[in-house]
């Protein structure tokens, strides 16, 4: 029969190994959300391949501190290792290069967004999808008259014919198109969507190569969902 010393010294080392478990099964549940953001979360331009990306920011938001419109936001307790970590919601806020120089990329100090921007893919956040092509209006043939996503989205773009450089909220520039071309219209990146059409006064949006994934055209699509996603550049793969 086991003295009761032995007993409680059993004990103990028992709930010693319970709670390194549950400490390390919950440490684990991080690497969840991070595995997710892979596919779900856009970063901003110039970031370098994910894993690589994740080990390189430091996390100390310069980058989110220097964008004109507020695009960047820092990872929550639901990106597990990503909290902290840069990204875009491009259908809240897109990344509308109005900063010309992408001030983020020469803001970040270690360059986990790249400084070599002299290699096109590097600026290259992802690629957009027509994901809904049913609901897309040019498709209908429909046009297009307000405020894109209605009178209370705070989201900005900026307006050339405007102001070149001070980006305004979307609601502040009512449009009134024959047949919907938002996405087309607004995109920043010369080329990169074009209408084609397809007949009965019915066109639709052709991404092309050059297209970076900044998220304008899903943010300024006025259905809802919108007809037109950015799909993240995903572990490893250079656009």
């Not at 270690?110 to 690629?127: I, N, Y």
């Not at 006025?222 to 996603?229: G, K, L, N, Q």
Request: proline residues 7%.
């Amino acid at each position: 029969m086991r003295n009761p010393r032995q007993i409680e010294a059993r004990r103990t080392f028992l709930r010693s190994i319970g709670l390194g478990v549950g400490v390390l099964g919950f440490s684990l549940l991080g690497f969840i959300p991070t595995l997710k953001s892979q596919t779900l979360r856009l970063r901003p331009p110039g970031a370098l391949e994910e894993n690589s990306f994740l080990a390189s920011c430091i996390k100390c938001g310069q980058c989110v501190q220097v964008c004109p419109v507020q695009a960047i936001k820092l990872g929550d307790v639901i990106d597990g290792f990503g909290i902290g970590v840069p990204f875009i919601d491009g259908r809240t806020q897109a990344c509308d290069f109005s900063c010309d120089a992408l001030q983020c990329i020469l803001a970040c100090p270690t360059g986990a967004l790249s400084h070599e921007l002299s290699k096109k893919e590097q600026v290259k956040m992802g690629f957009a999808r027509l994901a809904q092509p049913e609901k897309c209006l040019a498709r209908q043939g429909k046009n297009f008259k307000g405020q894109a996503r209605g009178s209370d989205f705070k989201g900005k773009l900026r307006y050339s014919e405007i102001d070149r450089w001070k980006p305004i909220a979307i609601r502040e520039h009512p449009y009134d198109l024959l047949l919907c071309d938002l996405c087309v219209r607004q995109c920043p990146i010369p080329q990169a969507i074009k209408l084609v059409s397809i007949g009965d006064n019915k066109s639709t949006p052709i991404i092309e190569k050059n297209c970076v994934g900044c998220g304008v055209c899903e943010m300024i699509c006025p259905t809802e969902p919108p007809a037109i996603v950015i799909d993240a550049r995903k572990t490893g793969e250079m656009l």
